[in-house]
C-alpha cells in the first residue's frame, strides 16, 4: 500500500518531524514503512513530500488508509487531529425516502443511499480543500478514469472505506441487500456472468441483484458517461460473509479485503459524503436526506461495544520494567488510548488508591476488544525499546529429550564413518510410498499435495534418500556417502477417512563410490555390501542388547524389501525385532531412477534402520574388564569350505565350543583361486587364545587347536593343506 | 669390516693375555665405530656374539680349551671383560640406531597430501538449531517436541485462529486427504509452525513452563531462494508468575547475543500474531556491517530475525481447558520463534535455502 506524506500532512498541519522521521517512529509502533520515496519537486516551489511504501500486518485495517496512519502520527506526537467532514449542499426534498430494506440482517449491519441528480459524469479535478483528487492521483500514479469512479477511488485511499456509485435510472424499485437466490445470474464489472449461490451476499433492486454486497459491483448498472442520476452506496457488511461470498468466486478486491477484516461502522455516512462533494463539484443535486438502514445488534457487535474495564496494575503486571524510572503512569496511559480514540473514565479504589478506567471502544478498531488489547496499544505507543531488559528468575532443572542421547549416538556413529548428515523431502510419490513402506496400506495421502511426486507423507526415509543420491550422480559427484534421521509416517484408517497419522523416528543412509578415505598413495577402494554392513553393526553396538544378528530371506516368501538386491542385502534384528533392513539397491530400482550402473561402476547401497524401535533399548554403557597380564597367542586355520556353507555356520560351531581361553575369532581374509575344487573357496581364520591367570601351555594349545579343527570340520569346512 | 680370524694363542702369562684380550678389544671397538645401519649392528652381533661362528665362541672354544689349569681363571675374567664390552657397544649401537647414511636412504616426499580418514558433517540446520537449544539450555529451558502431523486445533483453534480467522490464509497449509467429514479441530494438517508443542506441552505440565521446541513444519509455499515449503523452527516459550514484556526483551537480547556475538544490538517493533500479545518482530544490527548498512541489511543496518510476544490470554484459556492453573489473571508468560534456515543462511553466507534439502555431497562437505 502507498502512502502519500503530502496528503498525511493535510490532516495533520501541525506535524513538524521530516519523512524519515516519521517514517521511522511510524515503524517502531507497528506501522511499517518498507520504503521512502522522495517525489521531486516539479517546479521547484512545492514541496510533494514522499510516497511510502507500507506493509500493514493483517489485524490493523483501520491503518490502511491516509487518515487511519495520520491518527497514529498524532498519537505519537500528541497531535490534535481533525475530525473527518464534508459539507454537502441541502437536499431537495423528495416525495418519498428511496427505499432500501436490510433482509440480510446477520450479514448487513448498515446501508446508506443517497440521490443524486443530473450530475455530470467527466474528468476529475482538485474539487476543494480535501479532495485533491487530481493533485494526489498524481502523485500515487492512480489512473484517474471518471469522477464517479475517481470519487470512490479517493475515499477508499483517504479512509479506507469502500463505496459504490450506482446508475440510478437502471435500478428497479428500490435496494435490498439479501442471500442470492441459487442459480440466479449477474455479471460483475470484471465482465465475468456468475453464477450464484444461495450463501452468496448481494445488493439487489426489487427484480434483479445488481452486486456482490462488499465485493465487487455489477455491469449492468456500472456508471457510464451517459449517466445521469447516482446512487452512491456506502455500508457495512460482516466480515464472514464478505468472506465467504469473496472466496466462492475467487475474488479479492480491495473492497472485501477491508470488510473481511472488519469495517468501520460509522465510516459510511462520512465516505457517503465525501464520494457526493466529489461528484456533485461537477454539477447536480441531491435528492432527499440520507437513507441510512441500520441493524442495531450490528451496531452493538461494533459502534457501540460495552466499555472494557483497564486496570493500570495490570498494565504493570504484563509490561514489566522500563527504562524510564518514571514507568508507565496513568497519564500515559490516558494520552495514549485517548489519542487513539478510546473514552477513558477514570476510577480510584480508596482503600487500595488503584487507578483504572472504564475504557469505550472506537468503531474503527475492532481488534481492540479486551483488556490485553488495551495494554498492547499502550506498550506500542510508548514505545517497545523505551522498555527494559530483564531476565526472569530461573526456574527448576533442565531436561533432555529421553531419546536426545540415543539419537546422539546414532548420529555421531553416522558421522564418524563418514557420512555426512541430509534432510530430505517430507513427501514422496504415491508410486515411491507403495514401494518402501513398510506397511502399504498405511500410506499417507495429502489433500493438497504441492505436486504429484509429493502427494504422500513419506512412509520411509529411503525415496528421498534414493532422490539425493541420484542428484548427486547427476551432478556428477561419484562419491556419496549420506545419511538422514527424520521422520516417517503411517495411517490408519477409519471408514476411509485417515484417522490417525503415526510418526515415527528412522534412519536412513546410502552409499556409491569410494569409501571415506583420500590418499595420495593408495589407490581408492568401492563401498560394498560388509562396509555399510559394519557400519550397521557399529550403530547397532551402541545399543545394550543380548543378541544382534543379520538374515535374508528367499526372494518368494516375499519378505525382502522390493527395493533391495535380493541376495545382496539382509535384515538387521536386535533381540529378535527387525530393525531394519539394508544392501544393495535392486539394479530395477537403480536403472528407473537412471542410476546408470555402467557409467557409475559401483553399486548403490542402502538402508533404513527403524529407529522407534532401537530406541526402546538402552545405549550401552562401557564396562572395563580386567586385561590378562599373560601373554596372548594367535593361531591361524586355513580352510577350504564349499560355496553353499557360510561363516555364520563356521562361527556358531566355533562359539558352541564355549573355550574360555579362545578370546577372539574372526576372518582374516577370504580367497578364490584355481588350485581349489570347483564351488569352493578358501578362508583364513585366525583365533587368539589367552588365559586370565596363566601362560597357555603348548600342550594345551594344541588341544584348543584340535578341538577346533574338529568343529568347522563338522560344519563342511576341512584344512587347505 | 671384517676382523682376521682368531689367532691360536701360545702364552698365557698375564702379560700375554692383557695383549691379546686388548688387541680383540680394539678390533670390537673399531668395528662397532663403524655401524650404518640395522644390518650393520646385525652383522657386528653375529660376528661377535653369534652362538656358533661368533668370536667371542671362538675365542671360549680355542683360548680356553688350550689355557693350562692354572691360567683358566685369569683368562676368564679377561673374557667376561671382554663381553661386556662388546655387548656394551652392540647395546650403544642398538641405541644409537642407524647412521645418517642409512637413514637418507629412507628419505619419503612429505609434501604429498596426508592420508585422510574422511569424517561426516553434521546438516548445518542440526548444527544450528542445537546451538539456538543451547543457549536457551542454558538460560533453564528444558526441549520439547511434537507431532508434524497436528489437528487443527492444535495448530491453529487453540492458538487462537479461529476458524474463518484470516491468518489462516497466510500459513498456507498442506492437509492430510480425506479429513473432510471430520469436525474442523480433529482435521489433521502439517502443522505450519512449532507453536502447537506450547499447547501440547501446558496441557500436560502446570506453570512454570520453560520449554525451547525445534522441530519441522510445512507450509503450502512455491519454493524460491528464500522459500521452502519445508523448514525449521524453533519456539520458546516461558510461562510463570510475574513474568513480564520487559523480560522478553531481556531474554532475546540475551540469546541473541549468545549466538551472533556480544556487540549485537536488538530492536523491537510491534507485530501481530494471533497467540500473542503484545507481539513483536524482532531485529538484530546487521551482523555483515555492524549496523553501518551493507548489501545483506539493505542498508538498513539491521536483520529481522524472530517473532515474539506475550501469550496471549486466550492461549491460556485453551490451556485451562485441562490445566486449570494456566489462569491469565494469575499468570503471565512469553513466546518466541525463529526461522532457522534464515539464520544458518546468515551464519554460513547460503544464498538457496533449497540447498539444506538436496543432499548434495559438495554442499554438505563444508561444515566438516
Ligand atoms: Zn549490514
Known sequence: ?721 | MTNEAIPNLTAFDDTALDKAFAALEAQARESAAGLDSEADVEAFRLEWLGRKQGRLNEVSGRWLKAAPPEAKKALGVRFNALKEVVEGLLDAALAGGPGDAALKAEAIDITLPGTRRLTGAEHPITRTMNEIVGVFAALGYSVGVGPEVETDYYNFESMNFPPGHPARDTQDTLVVAGQDRKPLRDRLLLRTHTSPVQMRTMEQQPPPVRIVIPGKVHRNDAADATHSPIFHQVEGLCVDANITFSDLKGTLDHAMKALFGSAVKTRFFPSFFPFTEPSADVQISCIFCGGKGCRKCKQSGWIELLGCGMVDPAVFAFAAEKQPAYDAKQISGFAFGMGVERIAMMKYGISEIGSFFAGDMRFLSQFV
Open chain 1, 1 to 721: 500500500m502507498k502512502i502519500l506524506t503530502k496528503w498525511l500532512r493535510a490532516y495533520l498541519p501541525g506535524l513538524a518531524d521530516d519523512d524519515a522521521q516519521l517514517a521511522e517512529d511510524l515503524t517502531l509502533r507497528g506501522i511499517a514503512v518498507e520504503g521512502i520515496y522522495p517525489l521531486g519537486e516539479p517546479n521547484g516551489s512545492i514541496d510533494n513530500g514522499s510516497v511510502y511504501e507500507m506493509d500493514i500486518t493483517t489485524n490493523r485495517v483501520d491503518a490502511m488508509n491516509h487518515y487511519g496512519i495520520a491518527r497514529e502520527a498524532a498519537a505519537i506526537y500528541g497531535l490534535k487531529l481533525p475530525e473527518l467532514r464534508y459539507a454537502l449542499p441541502d437536499a431537495r426534498p423528495a416525495g418519498k425516502p428511496f427505499p432500501v430494506r436490510i433482509e440480510a440482517e446477520d450479514e448487513c449491519g448498515r446501508f446508506t443511499a443517497r440521490v443524486l441528480r443530473d450530475v455530470t459524469i467527466g474528468e476529475s479535478r482538485d474539487w476543494f480543500a480535501g479532495a485533491e483528487v487530481a493533485t494526489y492521483f498524481a502523485l500515487l500514479e492512480q489512473k484517474m478514469i471518471l469522477n464517479a469512479v475517481d470519487a470512490t477511488n479517493f475515499a477508499w485511499l483517504a479512509m479506507g472505506q469502500p463505496t459504490h456509485a450506482f446508475d440510478l435510472d437502471k435500478i428497479e424499485g428500490g435496494i435490498v441487500v439479501r442471500r442470492a437466490r441459487k442459480g440466479e445470474r449477474l455479471k460483475t464489472l470484471d465482465g465475468v456472468e456468475r453464477v450464484l449461490d444461495a450463501d452468496d451476499l448481494v445488493v439487489a433492486d426489487h427484480k434483479k441483484a445488481l452486486g456482490l454486497a462488499g465485493v465487487m459491483g455489477g455491469w449492468d448498472t456500472m456508471i457510464t458517461p451517459e449517466t445521469k442520476n447516482v446512487l452512491v452506496e456506502a455500508a457495512w457488511f460482516d466480515p464472514v460473509a464478505v468472506r465467504q461470498t469473496a472466496r466462492r468466486h475467487g475474488l479479492h478486491t480491495d473492497a472485501s479485503h477491508r470488510f473481511e477484516r472488519g469495517a468501520d461502522f460509522n465510516a459510511a455516512p462520512v465516505a457517503s459524503a465525501l464520494v457526493s462533494a466529489i461528484l456533485l463539484a461537477n454539477g447536480g443535486w441531491i435528492e432527499g436526506e440520507l437513507v441510512d438502514a441500520r441493524i442495531a445488534a450490528a451496531e452493538d457487535r461494533t459502534a457501540r461495544r460495552k466499555p472494557v474495564q483497564l486496570k493500570l496494575s495490570e498494565v504493570w503486571r504484563i509490561l514489566g520494567a522500563t527504562e524510564n524510572e518514571e514507568g508507565i503512569t496513568a497519564a500515559t496511559v490516558e494520552a495514549v488510548l485517548t489519542a487513539l480514540g478510546c473514552g477513558l473514565a477514570s476510577s480510584q479504589r480508596p482503600t487500595t488508591g488503584e487507578v483504572s478506567w472504564s475504557v469505550t471502544l472506537p468503531s474503527w478498531r475492532l481488534d481492540l476488544e479486551r483488556e490485553i488489547d488495551l495494554i498492547e496499544e499502550v506498550a506500542r505507543v510508548y514505545g517497545y525499546n523505551r522498555f527494559a531488559n530483564t531476565l526472569p528468575a530461573f526456574g527448576e532443572g533442565v531436561r533432555a529429550l529421553p531419546w536426545a542421547e540415543k539419537e546422539a549416538a546414532v548420529r555421531g556413529t553416522l558421522l564418524a564413518a563418514g557420512f555426512h548428515e541430509a534432510i530430505g523431502s517430507s513427501f514422496c510419490s504415491a508410486d515411491e510410498g507403495a514401494l518402501t513402506a513398510p506397511q502399504p496400506a498405511q500410506v499417507v495421502p495429502l489433500g493438497n499435495p504441492l505436486s504429484e511426486e509429493a502427494g504422500v507423507l513419506r512412509p520411509s526415509l529411503v525415496p528421498g534418500m534414493l532422490a539425493m543420491i541420484a542428484g548427486n550422480l547427476n551432478r556428477d559427484v561419484n562419491d556419496v556417502r549420506l545419511f538422514e534421521l527424520g521422520t516417517v509416517f503411517g495411517g490408519t484408517t477409519d471408514k476411509g477417512m485417515a484417522d490417525k497419522v503415526e510418526e515415527r523416528p528412522a534412519l536412513a543412509f546410502g552409499a556409491v563410490g569410494s569409501l571415506p578415505e583420500e590418499s595420495a598413495l593408495h589407490a581408492s577402494r568401492a563401498f560394498e555390501f560388509h562396509d555399510v554392513k559394519g557400519v550397521v553393526e557399529q550403530v547397532l553396538a551402541r545399543f545394550e542388547m543380548r543378541a544382534m544378528y543379520f538374515d535374508r530371506f528367499p526372494a518368494e516368501a516375499g519378505i525382502m524389501p522390493e527395493w533391495l538386491h535380493p541376495y545382496r542385502a539382509a535384515r538387521a534384528v536386535a533381540d529378535g525385532v527387525t530393525v531394519g533392513w539394508f544392501g544393495q539397491l535392486h539394479p530395477r530400482e537403480a536403472a528407473a531412477r537412471k542410476i546408470d550402473t555402467r557409467r557409475h561402476g559401483d553399486a548403490v547401497l542402502i538402508g533404513e534402520l527403524y529407529l522407534d524401535r532401537l530406541y526402546k533399548l538402552p545405549l550401552r554403557r562401557p564396562v572395563a574388564r580386567e586385561i590378562s597380564r599373560y601373554q596372548p597367542v594367535r593361531r591361524d586355520f586355513s580352510l577350504v569350505l564349499d560355496e553353499s556353507v557360510e561363516w555364520e555356520t563356521i562361527d556358531r560351531a566355533i562359539a558352541e565350543l564355549r573355550i574360555p581361553e579362545l578370546v577372539e575369532w574372526r576372518v582374516r581374509e577370504v580367497f578364490r583361486d584355481a588350485r581349489l575344487g570347483k564351488g569352493e573357496y578358501a578362508l583364513l581364520l585366525g583365533a587368539t587364545f589367552q588365559a586370565q591367570d596363566r601362560t597357555l601351555r603348548e600342550e594345551e594349545l594344541q588341544g584348543f587347536q584340535t578341538r577346533v579343527v574338529e568343529a568347522v570340520g563338522k560344519a563342511g569346512a576341512r584344512l587347505r593343506v
